[in-house]
């Protein structure tokens, strides 16, 4: 049976995180920069906040680091989905919600519509909907969010070197490189579906009088878009079924500690700043989260290789298959039995992320 997840409780820790000011390392606006940021593209799609950003020491640290066309794309992706979850996990708790609340997921495999609740205008209260972007265009510009089959693949899956090579195949992973913000080859998976869903999903049309490409399709403003979050736990997920049909990470010390010229850090509940290596990142029972199923819904997973048992799915704290019911629910936050203060929640958090996709279908 789907678990119904309520998209109250999603927008309820967005709209928090997007009250807090630039400065502030906890912040929406922190979080999207530290994937990328460019003050013009900020302000051309209408999502520059009012507040002042943080000092240039700060700044640093922090801003443009996600990984890509990199060996580090997918461990780095793993760490900044667990940060801000974490984030907003704490804001819908500290509001009486469920501590195991998780980010759901997005298998447009099998359910290629978005989830209606990131489309809706306003929220039942009649206030803006925080999970609504405005430059969010879509494949044929209109506004329309639904990926087309036929244009994505998870023939990554097939692959059974995670590390590629440079006159050969990018492998699944990626190419060993240094710490890398941007490159030249995406590994299998970054290029299909990661590449394609972002381009998809973002599109290019007309806001305010202007064209321009949608919050999705460029890097700088990739994580503004609440749909950011939902898309990179569904690529986490796939990388979780490739390593649980008994296929390996890299070992060796290069990948497993990270890049030495920058080091990858993130904001935590604690209110440091906390530095984290690939190797922290290897495996999802460890992290305290998993899924309620590693089908993903194109292509059979590789079967292990020989002499290797193939490991059945584990279940820890479920990032479940739910059901969209848009705004409709059975009751408000105000319901829940409240819980006092923040809970602090490391990396060995238990948690659930729950995919907005019915078994059969959006519900509307």
Not at 141 to 167: E, K, S, Y
Request: glycine content about 10%; aromatic content about 10%; overall charge positive.
């Amino acid at each position: 049976m789907a678990v119904v997840v309520r998209p109250a409780l999603v927008c309820h820790g967005v709209r928090v995180l997007q009250a807090r000011a630039f400065s502030d390392p906890t912040s929406w606006w922190t979080f999207a920069a530290i994937h990328g940021f460019g003050l013009d593209r900020w302000r051309e799609v209408g999502l520059m906040p009012a507040t002042p950003p943080p000092g240039a020491g700060f700044r640093n640290v922090l801003w443009d680091q996600c990984q890509h066309q990199s060996w580090y794309f997918l461990p780095w992706h793993r760490g900044y989905v667990l940060a801000l979850e974490e984030e907003v996990r704490a804001a819908v708790v500290a509001s009486g919600g469920p501590e195991d609340w998780a980010l759901p997921y997005w298998n447009y495999f099998r359910d290629p519509a978005i989830p209606p609740a990131f489309t809706e205008v306003s929220t039942p209260d009649g206030a803006p909907n925080p999970l609504r972007v405005r430059a969010r265009f879509g494949p044929a510009g209109d506004g329309v969010i639904r990926i087309p089959r036929a244009q994505i693949n998870a023939r990554a899956m097939q692959l059974h070197a995670f590390t590629g090579t440079r006159n050969g195949s990018p492998g699944f992973g990626g190419l060993d490189t240094g710490f890398s913000h941007e490159g030249e080859t995406s590994g299998a998976l970054e290029s299909q579906p990661h590449n394609v869903v972002h381009v998809l999903i973002g599109g290019r049309g007309v806001l305010d009088g202007r064209s321009v490409s949608g919050v999705m399709s460029d890097p700088r403003t990739a994580g503004l878009d609440p749909v950011f979050w939902l898309h990179h736990a569904n690529i986490d997920r796939m990388w979780a079924a490739w390593n649980a049909a008994g296929e390996q990470d890299p070992r060796g010390e290069a990948w497993l500690e990270g890049p030495t010229a920058r080091r990858f850090a993130l904001p935590r509940l604690s209110g440091k700043i906390e530095e984290f290596e690939p190797s922290e990142m290897r495996r999802i029972d460890d992290l305290g989260y998993g899924y309620d199923s590693l089908d993903v819904g194109a292509v059979a997973v590789t079967t292990a290789p020989e002499g290797m048992q193939r490991p059945s799915a584990r279940k820890v704290g479920q990032r479940w298959t739910v059901a969209w019911n848009s705004w409709v629910r059975t009751r408000s936050l105000s319901c829940w039995n409240p819980v006092a203060g923040r809970t602090s929640c490391g990396w060995s958090r238990r948690s659930k992320r729950s995919p907005p996709a019915s078994t059969v279908g959006w519900v509307r």
